[in-house]
Structures are given as structure tokens and as C-alpha cells.
């Protein structure tokens, strides 16, 4: 019989949407983001300009969801769109009042992961990273 108690992909959604409900409420309260732009704010400051397309693959976010977020964020001017004939092949660039968001907001979201594993031992962090990157894996075979 199935328990949804202790049935992985259950529990995985669970434990995600209470740590990213725990994020949203600072950037929504402080920065007025959501946080589907908070993570194409973060993969473009890590990865430098990227696609709509190239946002999806690295968010895991349907298009949708990214083309929201990437209208929003340049309606604030916090995203630079430029070049491509549509919305795939646009580039897509952090502008500085975007990048000084992103260094504002940083700390903070390390902060908030720190104190999520503040309980965990540095060897059951490697462990908890090394089993989430397995289960990844996974998820894509």
C-alpha cells in the first residue's frame, strides 16, 4: 500500500516547497521577487547570458513559468533582452541594477541554506548533496 508519508517523490516535494516557501518570503517581502525570478536572476549571474530556452533547461522551469519571470524582471529593468528573432533565441543578460540585486540577495540565500543545515554535520552535508545529486541522476534516465 502506498504511504504518502514515506513515499519519496512525495516527501522530496514536501521538504522543497517548505524550504523554497521559507525563501520566498524574503525575497517576496524585501525584494519583490518571486521565486521563479530569483532563480532565472541566479542562473544569469552564474552562467552570464543565457536563452529563454537555455533558462529552462537550467531551471527546470516550463516555459511558461520562465517567460513570466523573464517579462517581469525586464519590465523592473533588472533583465536585458537583446538579438534573437524570438523568445528562444533572445539573450538574456543581468543589467546592473540586476546584478546589484542578485549581490544583495546572495548572502542572504546562503544564509537561509546555512541555517537550513545548521543541524547536519559537515559529513551528512556532503552525504545529503552526493545522495540529491544521485537521485537526480535518476530522475533522468
Known sequence: MLRLAEFLPYRLSVVSNAIS??????????FGL??????VVAVVAERGAI?????????????????RAV???????????????DRRTRML?????GQ?????IAPLALAIEAEVL?????????????FLARLEDCGKR
Not at 23 to 30: D, F, G, L, T
Open 100 to 104: 546589484r540585486l542578485y549581490d544583495e
Open 51 to 67: 536563452t529563454q530556452a537555455g533558462l529552462c533547461e537550467a531551471t527546470a522551469m516550463d516555459k511558461m513559468t520562465v517567460s
Open 118 to 130: 545548521s543541524g547536519f554535520s559537515d559529513a551528512e552535508r556532503d552525504s545529503l548533496m552526493r
Open 21 to 30: 516557501d521559507r525563501v520566498a518570503r524574503v525575497y517576496k517581502a524585501r
Open 71 to 85: 517579462a517581469g524582471l525586464s519590465a523592473r529593468a533588472l533583465l536585458q533582452v537583446s538579438g534573437g528573432a
Open 93 to 97: 543578460a543581468l543589467t546592473a541594477e
Open 34 to 39: 518571486k521565486i521563479p525570478e530569483w532563480r
